[in-house]
């Protein structure tokens, strides 16, 4: 079986009290007394499921502006809720595997400037700071003890019109500029 720990799903696992959300993560992840959960497609930054007020991914900056050397790169927003939650399913269920999926690279990075629909810049330099900052998720999510066994570099890459929520086209070509740029 498997699920997300979504910005929404941390919001409203967080509206429970302890014992209720600990218990909700035993029915989740624990293999004897729940479903055993065991494999989670997490979310890189905001995806079609954020409570937050606004989307967000962990190299924003403002408009008209660019971080090539990610300097502004922080995983800070999931660190209050997302992060204590996958460690506790890590912990009810070791044999989770977590996938890490990105719905939208930096606004930045994208033509028309938003999270929300168009594709990469084709500039080497987006497709060099892209692998870059998954790089650096994988690695901050791996210090913070939650390790990423799969990623792959765009949730619905075809999806070229998404309605209110981050999305982006990425084209095949793109895709891999991306991968080879991982690589």
Do not use: C
Not at 8 to 30: E, G, K, N, T, W
Not at 37 to 50: A, K, N, Y
Not at 121 to 127: E, F, L, T
Not at 139 to 166: K, T
């Amino acid at each position: 079986f498997g699920a997300s720990i979504t910005d929404s799903a941390a919001a409203v696992l967080y509206r429970l009290d302890p014992a209720a959300r600990d218990a909700a993560m035993r029915s989740l992840f624990d293999p004897r007394s729940g479903i055993g959960v065991s494999f989670l497609r997490q979310p890189v930054g905001s995806s079609d499921f954020t409570a937050a007020a606004e989307h967000y991914t962990y190299d924003d900056v403002p408009p008209g502006q660019t971080d090539f050397a990610l300097r502004h790169f922080s995983i800070a927003h999931d660190e209050a809720q997302i992060l204590p939650l996958l460690r506790r399913a890590k912990q009810l269920n070791p044999r989770l595997s977590v996938m890490a999926t990105p719905w939208s690279p930096p606004a930045w990075m994208k033509t028309g400037d938003s999270l929300v629909g168009g594709r990469l810049k084709d500039d080497p330099r987006v497709y060099d700071a892209y692998a870059r900052y998954l790089v650096k998720f994988v690695r901050a999510y791996a210090a913070a003890g939650v390790p990423i066994d799969f990623l792959s570099v765009q949730n619905e890459p075809q999806n070229r019109h998404p309605s209110g929520y981050p999305g982006t086209d990425m084209p095949v070509r793109q895709e891999a500029a991306v991968i080879a740029a991982l690589g």
